[in-house]
């Protein structure tokens, strides 16, 4: 069966302090992958996506970035964080091929001070 | 250009009651649809989709939701609430057309059980 990871579980970071979060796949091969953000009372901003190792789409413009080394690996990454970027971020991935379900990891806790 | 609309962003049922929760879609194509329920700080998970024949979908923990195309809805429902179904819910659509599939997801229903 397939299991989606990520890490850390919570974080808490500096202004102005560098950022990477992991997300990684297991039981699956060649997903689509994708990195979402809650903010505090707000619904999913999709942030990035990717369909294949180096392949990486971005959906806002910010001082995010992501990469994908991996076929199973998705990384978050930051150079100086910002107050704004504290939220819950959530890794997915989805079959490619199939019927757009889409499946979720158990999500990041970010807080910038 | 697809979207997703959720009347209510907070709901209130009292415990065995009725649990209806609104969504409709905008979709130039034959969309695919899907209710996720989030826990506090935890993931998605799925409780139903809809992509293709019969329009009344059953899901997980007694949820159902029916796909109205002449009133681009997908509505989710269950006849009876417990407490364990207090969570934020939300509806999502994707085209069946495009490479990456994104799902465009509603801003979220945060539903309160009452005892």
């Known amino acids: 069966s397939q299991t989606i990871h990520q890490w850390p579980a919570t974080l808490v970071q500096p202004v102005g302090s560098p950022l990477s979060l992991e997300c990684t796949v297991e039981?699956?091969?060649?997903?689509?992958l994708y990195w979402y953000r809650q903010a505090a009372g707000r619904g999913l901003q999709l942030l990035f996506y990717s369909v294949g190792i180096g392949q990486i789409s971005s959906e806002v413009p910010q001082n995010l970035s992501a990469s994908r080394p991996q076929d199973r690996q998705f990384i978050l990454s930051s150079k100086k964080l910002l107050l704004s970027d504290s939220g819950f971020y959530l890794c997915?991935?989805?079959?490619?091929?199939?019927?757009?379900?889409?499946?979720f990891g158990p999500g990041t806790r970010l807080t910038v001070l | 250009a697809q979207s997703v609309t959720q009347l209510g962003s907070h709901v209130s049922v009292s415990e065995g009651a009725l649990v209806l929760l609104r969504c409709n879609y905008s979709s130039s194509v034959p969309p695919y649809l899907f209710w996720y329920v989030q826990y506090p700080n935890q993931g998605l998970q799925l409780l139903l989709k809809y992509t293709t024949g019969a329009t009344l979908v059953k899901g997980i923990n007694g949820f159902e939701a029916e796909f109205k195309k002449s009133e681009t809805s997908f509505h989710l429902t269950k006849p009876s609430a417990h407490m364990s179904d207090a969570a934020e819910y939300f509806c999502?659509?994707?085209?069946?057309?495009?490479?990456?599939?994104?799902?465009?997801f509603g801003s979220g229903t945060q539903l309160t059980v009452l005892p």
């Open positions: 039981g699956t091969s060649n997903p689509n």
């Open positions: 999502a659509v994707s085209e069946t057309s495009g490479s990456a599939r994104q799902l465009t």
């Open positions: 997915a991935w989805r079959k490619t091929g199939v019927n757009n379900e889409q499946f």
